[in-house]
């Protein structure tokens, strides 16, 4: 008999015997069927790509979905991997046809093998760099002249994934992995769709190579040329690429990235306004928060205003969803005024987002309530830079009394943000009230001995 003959139908076999053995909870035994499957679909694509590349594809899918049930994350990139080289081999149609899901499982397992090792991280004491987790502590907050020290700690991060403003240093390897990927997806983005359009309208015909801030190649590619499936996977790849340049600490990069990101989000709302509005929106916060963290004030002050006029829109659009989301960008622009030496415009943008922040925690106390605190303390900061140190004081108060609450409920998270906020009030009370200022920094040094002991790598401002 011809083995040849038979092989299909033992693929497609193996691939119905994985999906009724995922459906009975069995993951394991279905993941090694449909690696079987995938193998056999291998042998056959070097004869006939076009026949069997579909099958191939859903299989693959298959076998995404049970490595992940079973936290094997590693196999299903590489599998994922190998078959997007084998589609830059097909033809136009099937790149058109399978790329863009491939694209998305790879980004798919990528994120979620991340956030499997930081959950695990967080049951072993380490953070996803192998290193015992310290508290993000980056300087004196007394001082808003320089908010490089503490701009993770005051502005809100969106691509901070834990609500306790601790950052994840993504490892290296992940960061080079996002940026490989990212090209990847350009490269055949522009191959598919770049010399086919390139006479209409005076397009590139191919995309253009520039350097990132770290000497890495990347390639540029026009956002007009794109259908909008590609122009979405490339625009969440983007994004993903410049939230972990800013996790790492490599801002410039990031902000390359999210220039990226958010210019292919002009062009999608440009097609679809209803649809594209947050995406965009949320690629301005992303970008304004970078800026400043890379000390960028006033290109983070123009594109803030920006952010925070389409969440207005947004807000007017569907109330209880967006107004979390205008509420952060208020609180971002009011401190990127702050730093561009706009404090009287930052009080009064940082007091609109404490408004804000109040109605959510009558709504949600316990989800909220750290946004409240971080703005209060924002506002505080920002009001002893106009002189008003009485007022500044008096937030600040308030600011702590709300970190007391939340350090009842979680101690380890929200420990430092008290002892930050009581260091900053005892440098205002310093010359005013010298007596009180004594019995806060006692208190701080109780409790900053406390997390010293607790965890060695804690930075402890003087």
């Not at 083995?3 to 394991?28: I, M, N, T, Y």
């Not at 005051?154 to 601790?166: A, E, I, L, Q, S």
Request: hydrophobic share 35%.
């Amino acid at each position: 008999m011809d083995r040849e003959a038979f092989l299909p139908d033992l693929a497609f076999s193996l691939h119905e015997l994985a999906a009724e053995l995922a459906r009975v909870g069995r993951h394991g035994e279905a993941a090694e069927m449909v690696k079987e499957a995938v193998m056999i679909w291998k042998e056959l694509l070097a004869q006939d790509p076009k026949t069997y590349l579909p099958g191939m594809v859903e299989s693959l899918h298959t076998l995404v979905a049970e490595s992940k049930s079973i936290g094997q994350y590693e196999i299903a990139m590489s599998t994922v991997q190998e078959c997007i080289q084998l589609l830059q081999k097909s033809g136009e149609k099937d790149r058109q046809n399978h790329f863009p899901s491939l694209i998305s499982s790879l980004q798919n397992l990528i994120t979620e093998s991340r956030a499997a090792r930081e959950v695990q991280s967080r049951r072993t004491g380490e953070d996803a760099t192998g290193v015992p987790p310290s508290t993000t502590q980056e300087g004196s907050n007394a001082e808003l002249s320089d908010p490089s020290q503490f701009s993770h700690i005051m502005g809100v991060n969106p691509g901070d994934t834990r609500r306790d403003n601790k950052l994840l240093k993504p490892k290296e390897e992940d960061v080079q992995t996002d940026h490989k990927v990212t090209n990847n997806i350009k490269a055949q983005l522009v191959e598919l769709h770049g010399s086919p359009r390139s006479s209409e309208g005076g397009l590139p015909d191919t995309g253009q190579k520039k350097k990132n801030n770290s000497g890495e190649e990347g390639l540029q590619i026009h956002p007009k040329v794109l259908p909008e499936r590609h122009l979405r996977e490339l625009s969440d790849s983007l994004m993903i690429l410049g939230r972990n340049f800013s996790n790492n600490g490599q801002y410039d990069d990031s902000i390359t990235a999210y220039e990226e990101a958010v210019e292919m989000y002009r062009e999608l709302g440009d097609r679809n306004r209803q649809t594209y509005l947050p995406y965009l929106s949320r690629s301005l916060h992303s970008l304004g928060f970078a800026y400043g963290a890379a000390k960028r004030h006033r290109d983070a002050v123009e594109v803030d205003k920006e952010a925070v006029m389409m969440r207005r829109e947004l807000v007017e659009r569907d109330h209880g969803t967006y107004l979390p989301d205008l509420g952060n960008s208020l609180n971002n622009f009011g401190l990127h005024l702050s730093w561009a030496g706009e404090c009287g415009k930052g009080v009064e943008v940082l007091e609109e987002a404490i408004k804000i922040h109040r109605k959510l925690v009558e709504l949600d106390h316990q989800t909220y309530l750290p946004d409240l605190a971080s703005t209060l303390r924002n506002l505080s900061l920002t009001l002893k830079e106009t002189g008003s140190d009485s007022d500044a004081a008096g937030v600040m108060k308030e600011a702590i009394d709300v970190y007391r609450e939340l350090v009842k409920e979680d101690r380890r998270t929200y420990l430092p943000e008290l002892c930050e906020s009581l260091h900053n009030l005892g440098f205002m009370l310093s010359n005013r009230k010298p007596g009180d200022a004594v019995k806060v920094a006692k208190e701080v040094v109780e409790l900053r001995r406390e997390l010293a002991q607790s965890d060695p790598d804690t930075d402890i401002p003087a």
